[in-house]
């Protein structure tokens, strides 16, 4: 691992929320803590630059990733903290980093890598790059989501603090998710097309009964129960399950950090509940090409 320590101090002013412009980011900069993150590189100045933070579930795919963004900047990809719960690289204006499963796992990743961008003085955008169960959707589409809800169809999340509920809105950038759908369209670069559809995203919180499975280790519902609930799903725009967006966007909307999800679809859950081993090699793999196109097409208009 390439990790270096630096004595650079971060800014101790607290920043303000770029949408809100009243909401802070705790701590104080004088109690930053990096024990979930296992954060080894702690020169500020070099996250400053960083634009786009990547998120996806695995390290493997993370890493992956990272290796795509330095090809396409020519920049060598860094190691930047243990990787001992997430793995994390810079790669020059982008950060990209595993966040495992669920939520809880996502949410405890978002709140280190905003304070660690907010003190570092980087103003970014935030995407999910993952898989999902589609819904009335086929294998290997990718979902660009337009609205996230919870398992209720409710576009809020409930965030428990001292015995108090915290809803909070769980809207993704609007602009972001245009500008994924356009990545996804031939352009003077490339003339490859992705088989991309946009819809409502359903969040839960758990993978088996939360998801309408059969094949867990409990099962308390029938196939006519199942399928009918599916069904309503997709008469009400939802396009895909998965267990990340909720967290994402919840927080993101609340700091006013613009975010995007783009999911992989592994099976139409209209038709089953397992997942095959098709995708299992690469299973974002057009959610990163699509990604980077964004990105791409982004940083040269930026130049332009
Ligand atoms: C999709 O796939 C994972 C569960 O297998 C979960 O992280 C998600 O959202
Ligand atoms: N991830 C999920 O959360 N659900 C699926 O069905 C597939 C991947």
Request: hydrophobic share 35%; net charge negative.
């Amino acid at each position: 691992m390439e990790g270096k320590e630096s004595k650079e101090e971060p800014p101790t002013k607290r920043a303000k929320s770029a949408a809100e412009g009243e909401v802070v980011i705790h701590p104080p900069a004088e109690h930053l803590s990096w024990h979930n993150l296992g954060l080894t590189h702690l020169t500020f100045s070099d996250y400053e630059k960083v634009k786009y933070v990547c998120l996806m579930g695995t390290p493997a795919r993370a890493k992956e990733f990272s290796g795509r963004v330095g090809k396409l900047l020519s920049v060598t990809p860094l190691a930047v903290n243990n990787a001992e719960r997430y793995a994390v690289f810079l790669t020059g204006p982008v950060l990209t980093a595993s966040h495992g499963v669920g939520n809880p796992s996502l949410s405890v990743l978002l709140h280190d890598l905003a304070k660690l961008l907010r003190y570092s003085g980087a103003k970014a955008s935030f995407i999910r790059l993952g898989t999902c169960g589609g819904v009335g959707v086929p294998a290997g589409t990718v979902v660009v989501s337009t609205k996230v809800v919870n398992e209720y169809g409710e576009s809020v999340l409930d965030v428990p603090s001292c015995g108090e509920s915290h809803k909070r809105p769980t809207l993704v950038c609007q602009e972001l998710t245009q500008a994924l759908v356009a990545a996804s369209l031939p352009s003077e670069d490339s003339t490859e097309t992705f088989n991309v559809t946009t819809g409502t995203t359903m969040c839960c919180n758990g993978f088996y009964e939360e998801q309408g499975r059969m094949d867990g280790a409990i099962c308390e519902i029938t196939k006519e129960k199942q399928q009918a609930y599916l069904r309503s799903l997709f008469d009400q725009g939802v396009r895909n399950i998965e267990m990340e967006s909720t967290a994402l966007t919840a927080f993101c909307h609340h700091l006013g950090i613009p975010c995007a999800v783009v999911c992989t679809v592994l099976l139409n859950r209209l038709e089953g509940d397992e997942v095959s081993d098709k995708f299992n090699s690469n299973p974002t793999g057009d959610c990163q090409q699509l990604v980077l196109r964004l990105i791409q097409n982004k940083l040269r208009a930026e130049q332009a």
